[in-house]
């Protein structure tokens, strides 16, 4: 990454405004969400991929898993610990370290049971999420993705408030009408906050015959580029619907590290790529040695 030197003055100003945010957060170079208008429209599978495709290239990469109803980035990821491995001290939380080196922070990690259920409402929620942005201890990283549930509710807008700097919003939707439909309204609510959109991508937007290597549309062609369009915000690549990609998550090994050649880990690198391209130089970061962390970071599952 080429240097840019950042006004000093203004970040601490900004970080001091945030408060405890700003200063858990100050020393990651990217901050990203990624949102959608409808659930299950691939959101959670392309946080995973886009942080391990920029993981890949060397970059620190932390992920923070927003959905507080459904948590599903550490079964993605491969990661499961309990609350006394990543408790440090009375106010702080260590995020846990996948096996592929993400750094990852979800509310599933600190839960009982994966069938409990969460029955947090409103503004506890938001409190809860602002608690958690207080005190993962994130340390130094390239990019932080932050994975959120479907829809504009509380969690999408605490985020999009209460993170200082946010460098930018993904909206992630699927070639259908209904998906695009109530995407539009997730677009509009960030430009609302003033949430900097950094672009559109478009999953399951075909499907290659494993046999003749057809490609086929199967719910019409590039619907995704014309909704980008429509509200003036970058297109950002499409993915293909491909069964390898699903076995991945499943399995809790990113695509990307899984089945590398695949149509859809390859159209993961370049949307990861084209991110990258389009966000303004920083200084890489420089992670420090924190000796008092040598061997305790999991690759449990
Ligand atoms: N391109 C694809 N090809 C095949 N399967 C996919 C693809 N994209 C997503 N899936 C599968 O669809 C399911 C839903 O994906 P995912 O959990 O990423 O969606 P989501 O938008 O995060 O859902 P939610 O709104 O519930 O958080 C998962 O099982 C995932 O593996
Ligand atoms: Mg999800």
Redesign the pocket.
Known sequence: MQHAQMDSEKMHKMHKMHGPIGDAMSRINYKIAII?G??????????VNLAAALKKRGMEVGIFDA?VH?P?VPK?VGVKTEMRDILHGSHAIDPVTTPHGLKVMSVALIWPTDMTPIMWRGQYKARVIRQFLSSIMWHELDFLFV?L??GTGDEPITIMKSIPSLDGMVV?TTPQEISAMVCSRAINAAKELNAPILGLIE??SSYHCPGCGREEFLFGKGKGEQLAKTFSIPFLGA?????Q??A???EGVPIVYRSPDSL?AQAMVKIAENILGRLPPREKVVVQDRPWEEGRDCKRK
């Open positions: 959608s409808k659930g299950g429209v691939g959101k959670t599978s392309v946080v959905d459904g599903s993605m994975d549930p479907p992630v999953n399951m993915i293909p619907v491909d069964g990609y699903s991945a998550a499943d859809s």
